[in-house]
């Protein structure tokens, strides 16, 4: 089977043409492929296949075999996939997946694209909707308790379910200790993404994040755009603006425009391809 590492700042994943090749057992295979020292290494596995509604069909499946909804990172890699492979004739790409059709806008130099614009779609501020267990009210700045501490969260659900935290620098976090009791915590009942946020200057943000089914990874494009509409629900950044993003892989750039949608920017490579 042939597939095509690619990540998206940092966040990795193992790409697999399914219009040519059969996928079976694709859980057990993220299982087994996400492995860094017994397999390629990765965040987990995207398998592209037909779509009749769109270009393709991206199924994501994190490092633990379990299904992802949405990855803002793994869709401009699976349109620059598309796009420096020929199976799209434009710069433009339609990319379904379990939370619905994703539009992505790609810049290319040379042939190849280097970098693109998702449109993420509308947020999903209803705790009960995300899921959580705050109620039908949006969830900011809600009061838990993790392990030892209080924490104030405010929740988003950008196709997946995140819980936003403010502080003075995510680099403190604890993410052995912290990072699976937020993830796997009893007011999420679907299990959570956690984000720690710092705001570091006028709609720059710092984050680390750690993904339900991967733990920390050096980033996340659900994550990039939950911080940032947390911190403009929260007042430290300001809406239609470009707020950036700096995660341990790299920068993101997200806004959250006046018609209720948001779009994330980053970048979009290819580390390698190969055989298994």
Do not use: Q
């Not at 095509?4 to 859980?27: C, L, Q, S, T, W």
């Not at 290319?108 to 209803?126: D, R, Y």
């Not at 089914?213 to 911190?231: F, K, N, R």
Request: charged share 25%; glycine share 10%; hydrophobic share 40%.
């Amino acid at each position: 089977m042939n597939f095509v590492k690619m990540h998206g700042a940092g966040n990795d994943y193992i790409y697999i043409d399914a219009f040519r090749e059969k996928v079976e057992n694709p859980e057990s295979l993220a299982v087994k492929l996400s492995k860094p020292h017994f397999g390629i290494g990765a965040d987990g596995i995207v398998i592209l296949s037909r779509d009749k509604n769109a270009d393709c069909f991206a199924d994501i499946y994190n490092a633990d075999g379990s299904r992802a909804k949405m990855c803002g990172n793994a869709m401009r890699c699976a349109a620059k996939f598309l796009y420096d492979r020929r199976k799209i004739s434009g710069t433009t790409a339609l990319i379904n997946t379990l939370s619905g059709i994703k539009t992505v806008i790609l810049e290319a130099e040379n042939g190849k694209a280097i970098s693109a614009t998702v449109n993420m779609g509308k947020p999903v501020l209803n705790g009960k909707s995300i899921p959580t267990r705050f109620g039908d009210s949006v969830v900011k700045n809600k009061s838990i308790f993790v392990y030892d501490r209080y924490f104030d969260v405010t929740c988003v659900s950008m196709g997946n379910p995140h819980c936003v935290t403010f502080c003075e620098d995510p680099d403190l976090i604890d993410f052995g200790i912290y990072g699976c009791r937020f993830e796997n915590h009893e007011m999420f009942p679907e299990r959570i993404n956690a984000e720690f946020v710092s705001v570091i200057g006028k709609n720059r943000l710092k984050a680390r994040v750690h993904e339900r089914g991967s733990g920390e990874t050096l980033a996340c494009g659900t994550g990039a755009c939950a911080a940032a509409v947390a911190s403009v629900l929260l007042g430290f950044c300001d809406r239609e603006s470009e707020i950036s993003v700096n995660m341990p892989g790299g920068e993101l750039f997200v806004c959250w425009a006046n018609d209720g949608d948001v779009y994330l920017n980053g970048p979009a490579v290819e580390v390698f391809t190969g055989k298994f």
